[in-house]
RNA sequence: GCGCCUCUAGCUCAAUGGCAGAGCAGUGGACUCUUAAUCCAUUGGUUCUGGGUUCGAAUCCCAGGGGGCGCACCA
């Protein structure tokens, strides 16, 4: 628990437009500041009548769409004798004289309280009458259809098991700006139905990937956030330290290395879904902190994780939308069709209309990305400009999820070169709408062969060259002990997510995404 | 980091150099079958902030802040 004074209201509220207001002054009139004093007398008066307005528990007999599950079919008009209690959010209410009807919703959905001074007798009527919109309520009553056929819990007793002292949004355009949907990230769960739906799906995607590995036998792991040299991938790391230990660690880029540590410990197949942090620029695609999910399959290579790739989002498809044809940039596209595969340099010499190969003398490739406006650096080898002629001549055309197979050796210093083409590896990056969802190789374990390919990447750095690797001695002595042959896999989470909840920014997939602090004004 | 766009009531949006408005929410009232309920009345503003131009600025200009998009970097 925080040290925070239990009363510290504008801390609570983090509403820099409140904290200087005078709550009692507020009593009259409207705004935000009135709205907020007008609830929170109410919760004094409630108090005062010995009623407490934040009760400590509820107990439910149904989810609303048990209700519904149940009584959904009743004809209009239809009374029971089914005694229910439901709990949940007060959305909308139509107060008619003598009748006030409600809608209450749950996680699971929503149904009307049908509110009759009759029924629940004069004062509890008029506590009706003072609850607000956003009010969390449980409901004892019977079930009912009016005589429209709307299914409703007739109320016989309501209790108020939260007081909501802030407004909600809009009740019918709910919250647009982007900024305060993603800063009130509970606000636009409130009011956005999109918004729910889209975090179900990343649950369902999740949960599916899961349940797709341990069908396969993948034992589900978790290693260190915190690293003392941050390998696995190219990317610059967030440094943090350890008091204790006087040590500056960096937050992981990758997975891979601890996992691969665990096949040469024998676990044969494991993965780990977890948070990773790179440092650098936020975008559409892009949040410092992101979600990976990595496995490792001993005794494979590169066409079995690529196996695995379009089976975990095949299932993760049917499991979360129930289909798997999904639509992209107003394409119909059926996941569940064979994926294309092609390497690299095939379609970057298509695209291009020239032949290009990390073979070729570097000149000739840095003519080529001057001719195509590639911006190019004088350390970058001819993998590399490969790779960037790839980018930016064929990337964007890969809508339909496609493999793109045989990345530069020079680009991928943990894969295992091309068993027919040394200045290629055996590695595929799976690119669906423009975009990499995922990254696997046949993993390198000649401990020599990856002791110079770390050189490599150390002299890199050490050139001024931020996002490269170092040398991972302790990573090499695993490899010294023996890993036996390897597919590995990378996976980006948020982006199966985007792409099955078919948003077009991380930051819709992402419950509190990366941004600047808020202001006082 | 650079370029473009954007910021008005709690929320959703008008007002394009001439009195800051509407709908919802709120408040008061009517209504026992509503369902974005309806009807009558009504409160509510640091127009993101600070400068400037102008008789007059939400509006034009400058600087700053938040956000979005694009580029760059990356997954």
């Known amino acids: 628990m925080s040290d925070t004074p239990p009363n510290d209201d ?8 409140g904290d200087h207001s005078d709550i009692d002054g507020g009593l009259t009139g409207s705004g935000l500041e009135a709205e907020r004093a007008r609830r929170t007398a109410r919760l004094a008066e409630l108090r005062d009548n010995g009623v407490e307005p934040y009760p400590y528990r509820f107990d439910r007999t149904h989810t609303l769409a048990e209700i519904r599950d149940e009584w959904g079919e009743l004809e209009a008009g239809a009374e029971t004798e089914a005694k229910v209690a439901v709990a949940g959010r007060m959305m909308l209410r139509r107060d008619s004289g003598k009748l006030v009807f409600g809608s209450l919703r749950d996680r699971s959905g929503e149904i009307q309280l049908f509110i009759s001074r009759a029924v629940v007798g004069d004062e509890a009527f008029a506590d009706v009458k003072e609850l607000d919109l956003g009010d969390w309520l449980g409901v004892h009553g019977t079930v009912m259809t009016t005589r429209k056929g709307e299914l409703s819990v007739k109320a016989d007793r309501i209790e108020l098991l939260a007081k909501a002292v802030r407004p909600m949004p809009d009740k019918w355009h709910g919250l647009t700006d982007t900024d305060t949907r993603f800063r009130q990230r509970y606000a636009d769960l409130i009011v956005n139905a999109d918004a729910r739906r889209a975090f179900e799906i990343r649950h369902a995607t999740v949960a599916s990937f899961r349940r797709t590995l341990t069908d396969q036998g993948f034992i589900e792991v978790e290693t260190p956030v915190l690293h003392v040299e941050a390998g696995g991938a190219l990317a610059r790391p967030f440094t943090t330290h350890h008091n204790t230990l006087d040590l500056d660690l960096h937050l992981r880029i990758a997975l891979e290395l601890h996992l691969k540590r665990l096949i040469v410990g024998g676990m044969e197949r494991v993965f780990e879904i977890g948070r990773i942090f790179r440092n650098e620029g936020i975008s559409t695609r892009h949040n410092p902190e992101f979600t990976m999910m990595e496995l490792y399959q001993a005794f494979g290579d590169m066409t079995d994780v690529m196996a695995i790739t379009e089976e975990l989002i095949v299932n993760a498809a049917r ?5 798997t044809v999904i639509e992209i940039q107003g394409l119909q596209v059926d996941l569940a069709d064979p994926w294309p595969r092609a390497r690299m340099v095939d379609l970057a010499s298509e695209a291009l209309g020239v032949e290009v190969h990390p073979s070729q003398p570097v000149e000739q490739l840095r003519a080529l990305a001057e001719q195509h406006g590639v911006r190019w650096e004088q350390r970058w080898g001819g993998g590399k400009l490969v790779e960037e002629l790839f980018e930016a001549s064929a990337e964007r055309s890969l809508v339909r999820p496609t493999f793109v197979t045989g990345h530069p050796t020079e680009i991928s210093p ?11 590896t055996e590695r595929f990056e799976l690119f669906v709408d423009g975009r990499e969802l995922a990254n696997g190789y046949s993993e390198l374990n000649d401990p020599a062969e990856q002791r110079a390919r770390f050189e490599d990447e150390q002299a890199a750095k050490d050139a001024g060259d931020a996002e490269r690797g170092s040398v991972d001695e302790d990573y090499l002595r695993a490899l010294e002990y023996g890993m036996p042959p390897t597919g590995g896999l990378g996976i980006g989470m948020d982006r199966v ?17 990366t941004l600047r602090p808020e202001v006082e004004s």
């Open 10 to 17: 504008a801390a609570a509220s983090g509403d820099h437009i």
């Open 319 to 323: 499991d979360a939308l129930g289909t």
């Open 414 to 424: 943990l894969a295992r070169v091309d068993r027919t083409d040394p200045w290629l």
């Open 497 to 513: 997510a985007m792409l099955l909840a078919g948003v077009d920014t991380i930051k819709e997939v992402i419950l509190f995404p």
